[in-house]
Nanobody, 123 residues
Framework: QVQLVESGGGLVQAGGSLRLSCAAS????????MGWFRQAPGKEREYVAA????????IYAHSVKGRFTISRDNSKKMTYLQMNNLTPEDTAVYYCATRLGAPVSLPDLYDYWGQGTQVTVYS
């Protein structure tokens, strides 16, 4: 079993930044890919970014590329999502997830999920 706990969400003005964190525990290691997803009210869960064991494996949704950066510290079992130049369209509950294998964008391929952290961007 793997447990994931997100933190770092909050209320931020458009143009601002937030850094989300995801702490993993249990049977997980660097062979697990980590992903960030988000879900806005009335919308389906949306892929944001994912990363494998190395920084070079990071992939991003088109809507966040160039503004968000995913990273991980394998020694601490932590994954981060640095979000810059936020817009109201980024408002959502953000979830981290993990799977054994390569980073992918399909949420159904992830095995474990955190409880989510709310990000609200106001204009």
């Amino acid at each position: 079993q793997v447990q994931l706990v997100e933190s770092g969400g909050g209320l931020v003005q458009a143009g601002g930044s937030l850094r989300l964190s995801c702490a993993a525990s249990g049977r997980t290691d660097s062979t697990y890919a980590m992903g960030w997803f988000r879900q806005a009210p009335g919308k389906e869960r949306e892929y944001v970014a994912a990363i494998g064991w190395s920084a070079s494996s990071a992939i991003y949704a088109h809507s966040v590329k160039g503004r968000f950066t995913i990273s991980r510290d394998n020694s601490k079992k932590m994954t981060y999502l640095q979000m810059n130049n936020l817009t109201p369209e980024d408002t959502a509950v953000y979830y981290c997830a993990t799977r054994l294998g390569a980073p992918v964008s399909l949420p159904d391929l992830y095995d474990y999920w955190g409880q989510g952290t709310q990000v609200t961007v106001y204009s």
